[in-house]
């Protein structure tokens, strides 16, 4: 039983829902006006208020804002009129756990205080998560006690001071940016320029001279001398990502640079030098590049005088946990979102999963995982739409994402949504009281399963 208060100014609307939900067994308070609403949300505790947002006093957006400030647990529901986009923006913005247009349909209603009393019931039980610490706050922290971990930080420990090549290799989103910078950041000229540029997104024609610089005139369109990234890196650090994609011309030019420390802008004459650290990256290996015959060999021994692997989240999935902590810290930061703790079984998907894009996808998914995230638990739900049906039935094997089982779970959500009010089940899947029994009786679903 839930305590519930509704807020309209339609006696028919309040009439209606008072008695729907006081036969479903919860206790009704209602209010015909925002003041009232207010007056009684204050002076008791409910786990769900359902408002219309038109009411002849006050706004009800401006109520849920003032009902959220007082910082109570209740789910609030917004009914209204309005079907525009903007309305619901706001109101989803405001913290309104959810928004249903009228006419209303009790149906609709129902679903969504049960899933409101669902959501309250696994906050409860769910503890919260350790408290954001300073490292998690600093955005160059990087996350990771496992074996593997521990090793790169030893090699960044060693190579921070001196100014000899990095190359970094990893695939895709493992964090080769975030440790260049990191060692650039512990270096002793942590206060020189951190200059990242990108061999594979500048047209092959323009590499030259943005690596370089050119002079006035140079080109077509050459207007003004310009500083290319070596001299902008000045003593600092020089980050070459994706250094594979660099076409062979370059490549070139690049070695005699860094034999000599020596270069000129495009179309100029003066010898400049610089002493700038060069952190090279790329997600392949370069090796094989290499034997290609893509990718000069000396320039790729004079990359790899430092060679850091960074491996895989698959390869180090004791650091899966401690990566999903940070990010929640991170993201409700910068989200302004409070999800302060995980479901029961929601650390198991996560760290089960295969992360292709590794850190980065993982950390994509928390963030889009938290923008749909009504209240403060992450549920297994949130998480359950937003993972790859082609991953996971890979991990599973086909089988498990048969027909029959997709009905199975289809069933199984339904009823958990409803808590197991078979008759409602059976009306919003479209099938007939008797058709749902014989379905729960040959999938052998049972209310444990669904809690
Ligand atoms: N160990 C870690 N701890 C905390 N954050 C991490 C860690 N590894 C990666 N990240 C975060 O994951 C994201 C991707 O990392 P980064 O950009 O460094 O990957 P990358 O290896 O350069 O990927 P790509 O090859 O696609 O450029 C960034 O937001 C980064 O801050
Ligand atoms: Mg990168």
Redesign the pocket.
């Known amino acids: 039983m839930a305590k519930i208060l509704v807020i309209d100014d339609e006696p028919s609307i309040l009439e209606s829902l008072n008695m729907f939900l006081t036969e479903k067994g919860h206790l009704v308070f209602t209010a015909e006006t925002g003041t009232m609403g207010l007056e009684l949300f204050s002076k008791n505790s409910f786990h769900v208020v359902i408002m219309d947002i038109r009411l002849p006093d006050l706004n009800g957006l401006d109520i849920l804002q003032t009902m959220i400030k007082k910082k109570k647990t209740s789910k609030i529901i917004m009914i209204t009129a309005f079907q525009d986009m903007e309305t619901t923006i706001v109101a989803i913005k405001r913290g309104a756990f959810d928004y249903i247009h009228k006419p209303l349909d009790v149906v609709k209603i129902e679903k969504a205080v049960n899933r409101a009393i669902n959501i309250l019931e696994i906050d409860r039980e769910t503890p919260a998560l350790e408290p954001v610490n300073e490292i998690s706050v600093n ?6 006690k496992s074996e593997k ?1 521990r090793k790169i930080f030893k090699m960044m420990g060693l190579v921070c001071n001196s100014r000899v090549n990095v190359l ?1 290799q ?12 990191v060692i650039h950041l512990n270096s002793s000229f942590k206060d020189e320029p951190f200059v990242v540029f990108d061999c594979s997104a500048v047209v092959a024609t323009l590499l030259e001279s943005e690596l370089f610089g050119h002079e006035k005139g140079a080109f077509t369109g050459a207007e003004t001398t310009t500083m290319g990234k070596i001299e902008q890196a000045g003593n600092g650090t020089l980050f070459l ?2 250094i594979a994609q660099l076409p062979l011309a370059i490549q070139g030019s690049l070695l005699g640079f860094l034999q000599r420390r020596e270069y000129t802008r495009v179309g100029g004459s003066r010898t400049l030098k610089s002493k700038c650290r060069i952190i090279a ?3 392949c290996n370069l090796a094989d590049k290499v034997n290609k015959g893509v990718f000069k060999e000396d320039l790729y021994y004079r990359l790899k005088v430092f060679m850091i692997e ?1 491996p895989p989240l698959r390869e180090r999935l004791s ?1 899966t946990p ?2 999903v902590e ?2 929640l810290n ?1 993201i409700n930061r910068e989200l302004g979102t409070m999800v302060t703790k995980l479901q029961d079984g929601v650390m198991e998907m996560l760290v089960n999963q295969t992360w292709k ?4 996808e ?2 994509n998914t928390i963030a889009q995982a938290l923008v749909g995230c009504r209240g403060n638990v992450l549920l297994k739900d949130d998480i359950h739409k937003l993972l790859n049906v082609k991953n996971r039935s890979q991990k599973m094997g086909l089988e498990s994402y048969s027909l029959a089982h997709v009905e199975k779970d289809h069933i199984t959500k339904t009823l958990s949504q409803l808590q197991w009010n078979k008759t409602n089940s059976a009306k919003l899947l479209g099938i007939s009281l008797p058709t749902l029994r014989s379905k729960i009786k040959k999938y052998k679903i049972h209310k444990s399963d669904t809690q």
């Open positions: 955005p160059w922290v990087i996350i990771g971990m970094l990893g695939e895709t989103g493992t964090g080769k940016e975030l440790i260049a910078r990502d994706e990256a790329c997600n960074v650091d401690l990566l940070h990010f991170k894009g590794n850190v980065r993982l950390e």
